[in-house]
């Protein structure tokens, strides 16, 4: 049987983000660290702002429209007629995945689904964890024009490194390993000490204890 989720139940869920404003306030400003904000691994912020989020503008030409009864009945109030999506279409779910089960390196931890549309359109459903409970304490949901593999390259192209001793280490959401490259020899180790500090130079010392237990320096 095919696993399939309707733009209904992403809302009564998580929540859905439809304006640009939703988008925003409520999704990407929330995707940080507060309270380890010097990390090595994937930026979700710089992530989520580089891709191709669909708002209610926009929706309409990827999901089927309904009539405002059901827009009432849900409580929902867009401007806009051509915002009344239906809501109760099945989608199509290809995959679903969540970072904290690869023990990833990053600012936020997120849960995604990659969709179907009955257009054949492949789109992503995207929440970030902002809460302490990995099984709650996630942002709205938010529509993304990309497939996993876009996606995939977008977590490993917005990154935070952390230099040191000739060292660099590199890491991202999709595993728990994080390269330590020697910048002048071009060789490279590996750690799955995942790297988080309060502070610029915690991260540093933090790193140089890895160098020193590697017998790297």
Known sequence: MTNTITLKDLLQSNGLALSAYEIESEVINLAVNKVNPYYVGTNVKEFLKSLDILDNSVLGGYFPMHDTDECYELGLDFEDAEDNLDYTQPIKVKSEHNTYNWNGNGSNDIHFMELENEFGQTL?????????????????????????????????????????????????????WINIDNMETGDYSETYEPLYSSTENGLKEDAREVLKELELI
């Open 124 to 176: 992503i459903a995207l929440s970030v964890h902002i809460g302490t409970d990995i099984r709650g304490g996630y942002t709205p949901f938010v529509i993304i024009n990309a497939n996993f593999d876009e996606l995939t390259d977008a977590l490993r192209e917005n990154i935070e490194t952390v230099e040191v001793d000739g060292y660099r280490f590199v890491g991202d959401l999709l595993s728990e």
